[in-house]
């Protein structure tokens, strides 16, 4: 969703990334960011509190009418279904990410 979104270009694509992580291990209930994925990707969780809540934003109010195709397609099951996964509330994400 954010190849289509000019706001996010300017972001580093290693912390883009790694955002999208910790958003998604949020939003699936599988844990923080641990010291690993720390020490791997060279973010602390801090650091990407920002860009999360910016991507959970994004998800919540996008437009159904945009990238049809996109949708549908990670809507399968063979993709484990992952455009059906519900965005988090703001308030549950903010408690979330204080306690990572």
Same mark, same amino acid.
């Given at each position: 969703?954010?190849?289509? &979104? %000019?706001?996010?270009?300017? &972001?580093?694509?290693?912390?883009?990334a790694?955002?999208?992580?910790?958003?998604?291990?949020?939003? +699936?209930?599988l #844990?923080?960011? =641990?010291? =690993?994925?720390?020490? %791997?990707? #060279? %973010?602390?969780?801090?650091?990407?509190?920002?860009?999360?809540? $910016?991507?959970? /934003?994004?998800?919540t109010?996008?437009?159904?009418?945009?990238?049809?195709?996109? $949708? =549908?397609? %990670?809507?399968?099951?063979?993709? /484990? &279904?992952?455009? +059906?996964?519900?965005p988090?509330?703001?308030?549950?994400? &903010?408690?979330?990410l +204080?306690?990572?």
């Open positions: 969703i954010t190849l289509q &979104e %000019y706001d996010y270009a300017r &972001e580093s694509p290693s912390k883009l790694a955002s999208c992580l910790l958003l998604a291990l949020a939003m +699936k209930n #844990g923080g960011w =641990t010291p =690993t994925l720390e020490y %791997y990707s #060279g %973010y602390c969780s801090q650091d990407l509190h920002p860009l999360v809540k $910016r991507l959970n /934003f994004l998800l109010y996008q437009p159904h009418d945009k990238l049809k195709a996109v $949708r =549908t397609k %990670y809507s399968h099951r063979v993709y /484990f &279904e992952v455009a +059906k996964i519900p988090l509330d703001m308030l549950k994400l &903010e408690e979330l +204080k306690s990572c």
